[in-house]
């Protein structure tokens, strides 16, 4: 990967990145620590509600030794007309080293990277486009229960057309060697998804996948009409894990679901707990994951000596 201070989207790493990621994320799951040059600090600006990936990149930050700047775009400048652009040049100006960033629109980063700006910013999910930190908490959720990507099924099932998180994953997997299967409503299926992979029914799936993984229906960004005529029982009985699709699992299959799940649509309630489940763990990984990227971009700044992380297997980050 070229030397930068943006993480934007998978489309920027290659193999060897992605294991780079993993590893350093491993290392600090088995307690690396690193000391910062100067104080350093974050901010966190989150136009769509989040609880995991807003939380957990605070939390990473803060581990790393970063000071986190609150933000609130209820109560910032942007609601008297002020560009996302200006807000970051502020910030920028006031000292801030780190802009994490979720927004409803697809590819707002383009025009903040074409400006040219000396900070560091981390994409934490744009619109439906790409969601990086996500993809790449499930490829260590995945590599730490298979060890590998080469020739493992993945399906990825449910709201396809307006996920990042379906679109980050179908490329890095098929990227790292996985076939990658979709299913759903086949409305939401259409040829961006085709080129990474095969549409198929559900039930022609659970018996041979390694990795389930689950989507959630986004209502907020359907039409009205289609969340009136939306129902959840019918949804989950047709697209749905259901206790009787995951009883034809393969016993060494995983669930995934990046979450927040909603019980009896995606999957049945008792099986966001259930042995094969990797909810959770995903969760966990999520701030070990988020630790690497912002690690990265410290490095980049010069904020983080490289030589600290030179011990973990596959890190060069210099």
Avoid at 144 to 167: C, Y
Avoid at 184 to 192: I, Q, R, S, V
Avoid at 226 to 238: Q, V, W
Avoid at 283 to 293: D, E, F, K, S
Wanted: glycine residues 6%; negative net charge.
């Amino acid at each position: 990967m070229q030397s930068t201070n943006y993480l934007v989207s998978v489309d920027q790493f290659n193999n060897e990145d992605v294991m780079q990621f993993l590893h350093l994320a491993q290392a600090f799951k088995q307690g690396l620590t690193v000391t910062l040059n100067r104080p350093a600090f974050a901010m966190d600006l989150f136009f769509e509600n989040s609880t995991r990936t807003h939380t957990s990149f605070e939390m990473a930050e803060r581990r790393l030794g970063m000071q986190v700047i609150p933000f609130d775009p209820k109560t910032s400048s942007v609601t008297k007309g002020e560009s996302l652009l200006d807000t970051l040049k502020t910030i920028q100006a006031i000292g801030v080293d780190l802009a994490v960033i979720r927004h409803p629109q697809d590819d707002y980063y383009q025009p903040l990277i074409e400006a040219g700006l000396p900070m560091a910013l981390i994409n934490a999910g744009d619109g439906s486009g790409q969601h990086p930190s996500q993809s790449l908490l499930d490829m260590l959720t995945i590599y730490e229960e298979f060890g590998h990507f080469d020739g493992l099924k993945i399906a990825i099932v449910g709201d396809l057309q307006h996920s990042r998180v379906a679109r980050s994953n179908m490329e890095l997997l098929t990227q790292l060697g996985a076939e990658v299967y979709f299913s759903g409503p086949k409305a939401w299926f259409n040829d961006d998804f085709a080129a990474y992979g095969t549409y198929a029914p559900i039930d022609d799936l659970v018996g041979q996948m390694d990795v389930m993984m689950l989507l959630r229906v986004q209502h907020e960004r359907l039409t009205t009409t289609n969340n009136e005529s939306f129902d959840a029982s019918a949804y989950h009985e047709k697209y749905g894990l259901t206790n009787a699709r995951a009883a034809k699992m393969p016993a060494t299959s995983i669930i995934m679901h990046p979450a927040p799940v909603n019980r009896g649509v995606e999957l049945a309630s008792d099986l966001v707990e259930a042995p094969q489940s990797r909810i959770f763990q995903q969760m966990t990984n999520g701030m070990y994951i988020r630790m690497a990227m912002v690690a990265y971009v410290l490095v980049q700044q010069g904020i983080l000596n490289a030589d600290q992380l030179k011990g973990v297997q596959d890190v060069n980050f210099n």
